[in-house]
Structures are given as C-alpha cells and as structure tokens.
C-alpha cells in the first residue's frame, strides 16, 4: 500500500503584522511528487505563508510537518538551513562572482570535489546549459540565468521545493518552455512543489491542485477543473476569467430575468442573487426582423442587445452588448474572427448549466 503521509503540512498557520491577520488559519497537505499553486492577488498572504515554512518568518500559530514529523510550532523550530527545503524566487540571485558550476554547487555540504562536480554536470546537463559550466552568470541570457537557479536549488535533492512567482522576470514566449521544463525535473526528482503564483494561467497550467487564498485564508482548494468550474463564490469566477452578472431576486426558487428564470433551490423569497456567467458560454443569434430565437430548456429566453465594440483577441474575438433591458454591458466571446458591425441587432441566450448563482453579497 503506498504511503499516504504527506511530504508538507501545514496546520492552522496564522501570522499577524500590527494587528492584521495576513495569513489566517492556513491549512495544506502536499505529498511528494505533487505541485500545488498557492493563487491570489498580491497581498493576501501568499509569499508570507512560503517564507513560514522556510523559516525566515516565524508563525504566531500552527503547525509545519516534512514527512510526518513536526519541524516547527511556536516552541520546537528546526532552523531554515536543516529543513531541506529549495526555493526559488522571482530574484535568482546568482552570486555574480562565482562561475555557474560553483553557483550549482553552493549548496553541496559533505561531499567530495569528484561527488560534486559529477551532481553539477547531471543537474546542467538536465537544464541544457552544460556549454556554460566554467562561465559567469553575466554572460549568460535571463532565461538561462533562471535555469541555473533552479539546478542550484535542486542541487541539494530538497523535499519540498517553495517557488515565489519565479518565472515572472521572464518574457512570454520563454516562460512556457522554462515552466514546463522546470515541473518535469522536479516531479523526476519526486519533489513536493508549493508554487506562489498571482497569475490564473501559470496555476492552470502548472498544479496538480490550486489553493486559492484572498485575505489570508484559503477560501477553496482542488484540483484545476474543479476550481474553476465549481467556483465557490462569485469572486472566485472572476479570479479566473471575466464574468457578467445580473442581479435577481428570488420568488419560489427562481429568480427572473431578461433571460428568462434561472434556478435557486434552497434560497428564501425575497433574497437577492447574483446569476454570474462568463464571456464564452453566450450565445449569440441574428435578429430576425426584429425577433430573436425561441426559448429553450437549455438556453433560457433571448434578450435583445446592441453591439457597441468587437475585437479580434488572437484566437478569439470579444464582442461588448449594451442591452435593451437595463442599458447594462454584456461581453461575450466567440472562437476565430467574428467582428459585427457596432450598432448590429443581436440576441443573446446563456446556457444554463454553465450559470453560477451566489447570494448577493451587496444587496441593492
């Protein structure tokens, strides 16, 4: 039976600066071999919560275990440099003065010169940059830079490797090779990777589980696909994408709009809701003379809406709609060129099974 004991945990960490909680009550469970992406905005508490566990910030409560055993709480504290944890920042900070073997090899304690050049070598060898092994960090391009960071942070074979947005010094088209790369040394070295990321896409891209943090706390956890299409609040969907919204009340668990009625099991008449849908699951229909589609169970009603802005994205396009009901701003995106005219008459309809309904957390 394979072993179910996490590679980190982290119980209830809490740490407060002049009286505001910056991370509160924060609780993961990493097992090796696995990346999680701590995602949120700047300031909530993500790189606060990596420098915990490294040990260069100390909590005011909670728990870090490495594979079972306890190696901080608020009395017992294994200092940053025995904790055999990596880490890689959005600074790499190579010592300038060292050629890139001796970089690689700076934190190689206990081993003979032969053992050390040979982990160098294998480690350069893996990022590619073996040409450069007796150069200086000034003579080699950012991206090559970042990747002898990362040789010198697994150098060590570390754990638990914490990464706080390292990848976001590098320009676009580098950044996907390097990431990629990156995950697939550290899951061949069975590491647990806690990456710090503010950016949906790179967390996306990378995790095998997304904790999403706003205030502080973790406010849902899962696994990419369950993030995003089970969103726990409407903040939650617009993290990821852009939303429209519309704003209903609800009268025997249903709440009526322009779009027909949307379902609102469990909700008391009377509260307000917020139905919250994103750009790429409106449909879009042309007026015809002066009457749109036919209601559907899947679709709901059409609403009637005037397009003021299309925009050719790339690999989509982005059409805004001022609607006839309340004057409001609707977007919708639709795959390759579709760039109508502003002004054009269309009908819009939004899949029901693709609506979040949350209770209105301002209600107007």
């Not at 060292?98 to 050049?117: E, I, P």
């Amino acid at each position: 039976m394979q072993d179910q004991t996490p590679r980190l945990e982290i119980k209830h960490l809490r740490r407060s600066f002049n009286g505001r909680a910056v991370v509160d009550d924060v609780s993961l469970r990493i097992m090796p071999g696995q990346v999680t992406c701590l995602l949120g905005p700047s300031g909530c508490g993500k790189s606060t919560t990596l420098r915990m566990i490294a040990g260069v910030e100390m909590q005011d409560s909670g728990e870090i275990w490495v594979d079972g055993r306890l190696i901080c709480d608020t009395v017992f504290r294994i200092p940053p440099e025995r904790r055999e944890i990596g880490l890689m920042f959005q600074d790499f900070a190579l010592f300038p003065h060292l050629s890139v073997a001796d970089n690689v090899a700076f934190g190689l304690k206990g081993m003979s010169r032969a053992d050390k050049r040979a982990r160098v070598t294998e480690l350069l060898e893996r990022v590619d940059l073996l040409r450069f092994i007796d150069g200086y960090p000034h003579q080699l391009s950012g991206g090559e830079q970042q990747r002898v960071a990362l040789a010198r942070a697994l150098a060590p074979r570390p754990r638990i490797m914490l990464m706080d947005e390292p990848f976001s010094g590098l320009d676009n088209r580098l950044r996907d090779g390097i990431r990629d790369e990156t995950l697939n040394i550290l899951k061949d070295e069975d590491t647990a990777v806690l990456l710090v990321t503010h950016e949906p896409d790179e967390a996306m891209r990378m995790a095998d589980e997304i904790a999403l943090m706003r205030d502080g706390k973790i406010v849902q956890q899962g696994a990419p696909y369950n993030v995003y299409t089970r969103p726990v609040d409407r903040a939650a969907v617009a993290f990821f994408s852009d939303a429209n919204v519309l704003r209903a009340t609800v009268t025997g668990a249903l709440a009526q709009t322009p779009f027909g009625r949307f379902l609102a099991p469990g909700v008391p008449d009377g509260t307000q809701v917020d139905i919250v849908f994103r750009p790429q699951h409106v449909r879009i229909d042309f007026d015809r003379a002066g009457a749109g589609p036919k209601p559907t169970a899947s679709d709901g009603t059409a609403a009637r809406g005037v397009v003021q802005r299309a925009r050719f994205m790339g690999n989509e396009s982005l059409v805004e709609f001022v609607m006839d009901y309340d004057g409001s701003t609707l977007k919708v995106t639709v795959p390759n060129v579709f760039l109508p005219k502003s002004g054009t008459v269309m009908w819009l309809t939004i899949r029901r099974d693709k609506c979040f309904v949350f209770t209105a957390k301002d209600p107007h």
